[in-house]
């Protein structure tokens, strides 16, 4: 019923930009923290960034090159990517937690990822 979908993803130079986006859609009454991960062949899944209560935070390697935001009235979280890196080559997936129509808790749920390419 809640799905959430990535797109921006792609093949860039390095020091280059992309910006990805996160829609979530189905039956939502709200919401909450909403974030980004990245997984590289090999590695395993890391934060990347999240944006709840006002705030935003970032995993050491991005901080001061990526920026998170997000449009409640779209049920969209972005995640601005300045100055790529080849180490920033990943499967990026967003997450969200969502309060359901009907529903007691809110659930956390998983977009199904988008491939970023840094070519050096």
């Known amino acids: 019923q809640v799905q959430l979908v990535e797109s921006g993803g792609g093949l860039v130079q390095a020091g280059g930009s992309l910006r990805l986006s996160c829609a979530a859609s189905?039956?939502?009454?709200?919401?909450?923290?909403m974030g980004w991960y990245r997984q590289a062949p090999g590695k395993q899944r890391e934060l990347v960034a999240t944006?709840?209560?006002?705030?935003?935070n970032y995993v050491d390697s991005v901080k001061g090159r990526f920026a998170i935001s997000r449009d409640d009235a779209k049920n969209t979280v972005y995640l601005q990517m300045n100055s790529l890196k080849p180490e920033d080559t990943a499967v990026y997936y967003c997450?969200?937690?969502?309060?359901?129509?009907?529903?007691?808790?809110?659930?956390?749920?998983w977009g199904q990822g988008t491939q970023v390419t840094v070519s050096s």
């Open positions: 997450n969200a937690r969502v309060r359901r129509s009907g529903a007691f808790q809110p659930t956390l749920y």
């Open positions: 944006i709840a209560g006002g705030s935003t």
């Open positions: 189905g039956s939502i009454v709200s919401i909450g923290a």
